[in-house]
């Protein structure tokens, strides 16, 4: 092993990659039973993903009108346009209520009610006020809450390392190998239980609500080690991104009574929705609002409609979406008191991702073979419990809850079981990816090839899909990995050195955009969030199935899993809203 053992080598029972709410909720239960825990974040914690989140957090609590976790469920269900599997959501919509109280205890400042118990608010979807929520700030306030239980129970933190390679031999997580952003060098974690609870991946695309960091480095991670990635043609496009930057104004801002109009000043919604209105689910939502567009209506016929506040009041404003008020501001110059804020719909949300049982055991077919060690949670994995579309506050919900279910689990595998041998060389395949960068012989910058991504995803992968488009993207993508090959990084240094680490990013941008696009061209259906306008409608007969996907010799190979359907009353119907 060529490496400073003491310094780079670190053996930990339960190793985490992902400081966002899943991750540091599994650390936070493995280092309450007594194991060791370690963080790793290529982030500072309370700068991932999570903490930008802001409408709310989703449970059946009833206290604001009524509700019950089998009205969740069916919700649940019927926004994932029938692809979710049952047995996962019920498991959810039971579980989420205990969730939300341990925040509470943990001293989460959930916003109130007038007789003090936890407030909730409509969202898109939810037939009952479900939102459990903190302002517009919800993600923010969890995210820190959670770092400081953690901190607590003394989680070891690695925080701004970079994951680069997973230690996985014979079916079995050993480990893995990540890179020290600030100082440089390769560290070894050998570990008995891994897991993955590396967020969303809206950075593939050019108008995106995520954050810098969401890259998709560990569904990249997946796909290199020879593992499936599921159903990752459904990504979700959110309805209210701000005009050209994509940043996202939360639903709650709908949630309060906000609306959504054309350029006649019309609420279109009524036209496509008429129950919901601007509270119907975000994939119709944003489809509704793509179409306007398309045929004239934006906002003196351009590509942007209005989110219009005004009819709320400026205390309602400032005092329940002070975020939103600054956001409009800040960026666009729209004082959203006095005017309507231009918006278009943007990347959001990945439905896809790592496979995983209701254990949340990564599984590496679709008889559900079990990986051993190895553990997902939160927007990288999918259980599946969105399905084909994701309802508002069911996110921070599924990465809290089955963050808690890995961290119970992994506690209980790394007691059963020793620490597994490394494989031989387990620095090898991340030192060569560094190695390859610095010595290629190329001249192609990885900033170029990420632009072009991303603006071409914007382009051909959005609300709208048909195969034409598609095939272009798969074509732009294969030319860009042939030009990956080719990237070389200058900069040679160790400490912070940020070209190398986004010319590694962008090898997984690159390498899971292609398994979106395939997955994609082979569903010949429309459902949820994967609209095509050759194929418009939904098809059960073929395609009430999960895609599982592979990388093998270069070519993405697919495979079909069943979806779990439990109840009568839940069998797939039309979805009306
Ligand atoms: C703007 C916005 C608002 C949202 N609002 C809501 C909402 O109101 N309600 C709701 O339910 N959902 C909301 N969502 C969705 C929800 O916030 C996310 O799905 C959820 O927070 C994801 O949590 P996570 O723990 O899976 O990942 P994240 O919080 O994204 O964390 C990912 C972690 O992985 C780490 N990481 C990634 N790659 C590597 C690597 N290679 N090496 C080391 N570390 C790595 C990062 O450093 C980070 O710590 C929102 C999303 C966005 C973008």
Not at 258 to 276: H, L, P, S, V, W
Not at 474 to 485: D, F, M, S, T
Request: with cysteine; glycine share 10%.
């Amino acid at each position: 092993m060529k490496i400073d053992e003491a310094r780079n080598y670190h053996k930990i029972d339960a190793v985490i990659v992902g400081a966002g709410l899943a991750g540091l909720r599994a650390a936070l239960e493995v280092a309450k039973s007594g194991l060791s825990a370690s963080v790793i974040s290529k982030v500072y914690p309370t700068r991932s993903h999570s903490g930008g989140a802001q409408g709310g957090i989703a449970a059946a609590l009833a206290n604001v009108g009524e509700d019950s976790p089998q009205l969740h469920m069916f919700d649940t269900i019927k926004g994932s346009d029938y692809l979710a599997d049952q047995d996962i959501i019920e498991l959810f919509v039971n579980e989420a209520i205990k969730t939300v109280y341990e925040f509470e205890h943990m001293g989460v400042p959930f916003s109130r009610t007038e007789d003090g118990r936890i407030n909730q608010r409509d969202f898109g979807g939810h037939s009952s006020p479900r939102a459990c929520f903190a302002q517009d700030v919800t993600g923010h306030v969890l995210l820190h809450t959670l770092y400081e239980q953690c901190l607590k129970h003394n989680v070891l933190f690695f925080n701004e390392f970079q994951v680069l390679s997973l230690l996985i031999e014979n079916d079995v997580a050993r480990g893995l190998v990540a890179w020290d952003i600030r100082q440089g060098g390769l560290h070894i974690f050998h570990a008995r239980a891994v897991l993955l609870a590396t967020g969303g991946y809206g950075r593939a695309w050019k108008v995106t609500s995520n954050a810098h960091a969401n890259t998709g480095d560990g569904v990249g991670l997946v796909l290199e080690a020879g593992l499936p990635l599921e159903d990752m043609e459904f990504v979700q496009f959110h309805p209210t991104g701000l005009y050209k930057h994509g940043i996202l104004l939360s639903e709650a801002a709908r949630g309060e009574g906000a609306y959504i109009i054309n350029d006649q000043g019309e609420r279109f919604m009524k036209k496509y929705a008429a129950a919901k209105m601007e509270l119907a689910p975000r994939d119709i939502v944003s489809r509704s609002e793509q179409t306007e567009i398309n045929e004239g209506r934006g906002i003196g016929g351009k590509d942007y409609v209005y989110l219009d506040l005004r009819h709320l009041g400026k205390e309602k404003i400032l005092q329940r979406l002070p975020q939103i008020y600054d956001l409009a501001l800040n960026y666009l110059k729209v004082d959203a008191i006095k005017d309507a804020v231009p918006i278009q719909p943007t990347a959001h949300y990945s439905m896809g991702g790592i496979p995983a049982n209701a254990h949340t055991e990564v599984i590496r077919d679709a008889k559900g073979t079990v990986v051993r060690g190895l553990y997902t949670a939160g927007e990288a994995s999918c259980l599946s419990l969105h399905g084909a579309n994701r309802l508002g506050c069911n996110s921070l919900q599924d990465a809290a809850t089955f963050g808690r279910i890995a961290g119970i689990r992994m506690g209980e595998f790394c007691r059963e079981n020793a620490y597994n041998d490394l494989p031989a060389e387990p620095l090898a395949k991340a030192q060569a990816k560094i190695d390859r960068l610095w010595q290629a012989p190329g001249k192609e910058k990885h900033a170029d090839i990420r632009e072009e991504l991303q603006v071409n995803m914007t382009k051909y992968m959005g609300v709208f899909r048909c195969e034409s488009e598609m095939l272009k993207m798969k074509a732009i993508i294969k030319e860009l990995q042939e030009r990956y090959r080719r990237v070389a990084v200058d900069d040679h240094g160790a400490a912070f050195n940020l070209d190398l680490i986004e010319a590694l990013e962008l090898e997984n941008l690159l390498s899971f955009s292609e398994v979106i696009v395939e997955g994609a061209l082979a569903r010949k259906e429309s459902r949820g969030a994967h609209f095509r306008t050759d194929f418009p409608k939904r098809d059960d007969g073929q395609w009430l199935k999960h895609t599982l996907a592979w990388r093998r010799d270069g070519k993405i190979v697919l495979d079909f899993g069943k979806v779990v359907v439990i109840y009568p009353q839940y069998q797939p119907q039309e979805r009306k809203y």
